[in-house]
């Protein structure tokens, strides 16, 4: 186990933080963490750190590529995690390694996890679950051995550029009946685009992205995407409820 090293992670419902500290608390005796939700992205001390970020329609959400992008590296070693819903995470990984080398990170390693989906929870419901923690101990073991080598050679993942093109939401949460008012959906937003007046809850379209931090939060169980769009979503998510993907590493 190494001494020291850092997390920075988003993660909007949970699973993104989960495997990432999995992971770095397997790594590290002591973790120095950056909530890139909360925008804390000032610099680490560590010279290894470990990136985790979800994948949304295959691509890394552009909020979390503008948090990455203000990182400085200065030759810190990375390694990323794209932590997936049970799809597909297409080019999130190969663009995630990209945006860091050129904020001046070397990539040591990456993995493709699985988690639980933010919009469909069936959809890799329960996981990482402990198969998952048994790889991801053994992928860190892989790791600290690689580095005790002097092999700093960067791992090849999948994607392709241009990356997969990046639709636009059909819709945003909405607070329901039940609501009171109490502003956590607005505080956890990491766009600021919720506003609260009274019990008055609204949203700005275009600069919410769905990522569902804003229903994790609610203490009342009452937002949620509206009902058409959740039906939609779980019709085209339907086979992902029903196959349950590897993790993949590359080192």
């Known amino acids: 186990m190494l001494k020291s090293g850092a997390l920075y992670y988003f993660s909007p419902t949970g699973g993104t933080k989960k495997a990432g500290e999995l992971f770095s608390q397997e790594l590290f005796e002591k973790v120095e963490v950056r909530n890139l939700g909360k925008r804390e992205n000032e610099e680490v001390h560590s010279d290894i750190v470990v990136v985790a970020a979800p994948v949304f329609g295959g691509r890394i959400p552009t909020f979390m590529t503008e948090q990455l992008k203000a990182l400085k590296g200065n030759g810190k070693k990375a390694i990323t995690l794209a932590v997936y819903g049970n799809r597909h995470y297409d080019d999130a990984l190969l663009e995630m390694n990209d945006v860091l080398k050129e904020a001046g990170f070397q990539i040591l390693a990456s993995a493709a996890l699985l988690a639980q989906h933010s919009?469909?929870?069936?959809?890799?419901?329960?996981?990482?679950?402990?198969?998952?923690?048994?790889?991801?101990?053994?992928?860190?073991?892989?790791?600290?051995?690689?580095?005790?080598?002097?092999?700093?050679?960067?791992?090849?993942?999948?994607?392709?550029?241009?990356?997969?093109?990046?639709?636009?939401?059909?819709?945003?949460?909405?607070?329901?009946?039940?609501?009171?008012?109490?502003?956590?959906?607005?505080?956890?937003?990491?766009?600021?685009?919720?506003?609260?007046?009274?019990?008055?809850?609204?949203?700005?379209?275009?600069?919410?992205?769905?990522?569902?931090?804003?229903?994790?939060?609610?203490?009342?169980?009452?937002?949620?995407?509206?009902?058409?769009?959740?039906?939609?979503?779980?019709?085209?998510?339907?086979?992902?409820?029903?196959?349950?993907r590897a993790n993949e590493f590359f080192i």
């Open 119 to 244: 919009l469909v929870p069936a959809a890799g419901a329960g996981r990482p679950d402990e198969k998952d923690a048994a790889e991801i101990r053994k992928f860190a073991a892989e790791v600290e051995a690689k580095l005790e080598s002097g092999n700093l050679e960067e791992p090849k993942v999948p994607g392709n550029v241009p990356y997969k093109e990046m639709k636009k939401n059909p819709a945003t949460p909405v607070s329901g009946e039940g609501c009171i008012g109490c502003g956590a959906c607005a505080r956890i937003c990491p766009v600021n685009a919720i506003t609260v007046e009274g019990k008055t809850v609204s949203t700005d379209y275009d600069k919410c992205f769905m990522c569902m931090s804003c229903t994790s939060v609610c203490p009342m169980k009452v937002r949620a995407l509206p009902a058409p769009v959740q039906n939609v979503m779980n019709e085209k998510l339907d086979a992902s409820t029903k196959t349950y």
